[in-house]
T-cell receptor
Framework: DQQVKQNSPSLSVQEGRISILNCDYT??????FLWYKKYPAEGPTFLIS?????DKNEDGRFTVFLNKSAKHLSLHIVPSQPGDSAVYFC??????????????FGTGTLLAVQP | DTGVSQNPRHKITKRGQNVTFRCDPI?????LYWYRQTLGQGPEFLTY????????KSRLLSDRFSAERPKGSFSTLEIQRTEQGDSAMYLC????????????FGNGTRLTVT
């Protein structure tokens, strides 16, 4: 079963506008959520994360929102830049023993930012 | 911080051959993970270590796959009797064993089984 879902395989936005990428999860034990960015022929690069005790985390142009009741998170990129064009993966983890466990990934959303 | 290093970057092998991949994690990280990624999918968890102890293996992981981390530093992933379905990108990641520690990935080893 797919515990982390990204229902939009692709998204196209204009440079300077907002990009919103969405992710849903089913496992209520998840307490740590991350977004990764991936360019072709490279490994995923960590972008931003959020703990389940928060509902928002911001880092520069990137903001992640968490809605625990809806089991939904989103990544906002403002303003979008052509260099942001990549595949974005949502990931989630359930911690135990005082440490983050393995990450479960979604299938990714390909973001294309048009100049 | 030199990042996570994986070797080789590409491997082409014939069906039935054995292959071994190496991963060198970020030096202060005590957790090391192996993932597999196929086209159009997200990374799929295979196994992970804390220091030299293998803490979890995916139930999807065939007996042909084995991973080691003998001294708690680098790790190897071996696939025996490769099959065409093993063709994928094999990713290694490392992290600290604490809450809110993100995984940092290497650039992967691309395996092609002919």
């Amino acid at each position: 079963d797919q515990q982390v879902k990204q229902n939009s395989p692709s998204l196209s936005v204009q440079e300077g506008r907002i990009s919103i990428l969405n992710c849903d999860y089913t496992n209520s034990m998840f307490d740590y959520f991350l977004w990764y960015k991936k360019y072709p022929a490279e490994g995923p690069t960590f972008l931003i994360s959020i703990s389940s005790i928060k509902d928002k985390n911001e880092d520069g142009r990137f903001t992640v929102f968490l809605n625990k009741s809806a089991k939904h998170l989103s990544l906002h990129i403002v303003p979008s830049q052509p260099g942001d064009s990549a595949v974005y993966f949502c990931a989630a983890s359930a911690s135990y023993g005082g440490a983050t466990n393995k990450l479960i990934f979604g299938t990714g959303t390909l973001l294309a930012v048009q100049p | 911080d030199t990042g996570v290093s994986q070797n080789p970057r590409h491997k082409i092998t014939k069906r039935g051959q054995n292959v071994t991949f190496r991963c060198d994690p970020i030096s202060e990280h005590n957790r090391l993970y192996w993932y597999r990624q196929t086209l159009g999918q997200g990374p799929e968890f295979l196994t992970y270590f804390q220091n030299e102890a293998q803490l979890e293996k995916s139930r999807l992981l065939s007996d042909r796959f084995s991973a080691e981390r003998p001294k708690g530093s680098f790790s190897t992933l071996e696939i025996q009797r490769t099959e065409q379905g093993d063709s994928a990108m094999y990713l290694c990641a490392s992290s600290l064993a604490r809450v809110d520690s993100p995984l940092h990935f290497g650039n992967g080893t691309r395996l092609t089984v002919t």
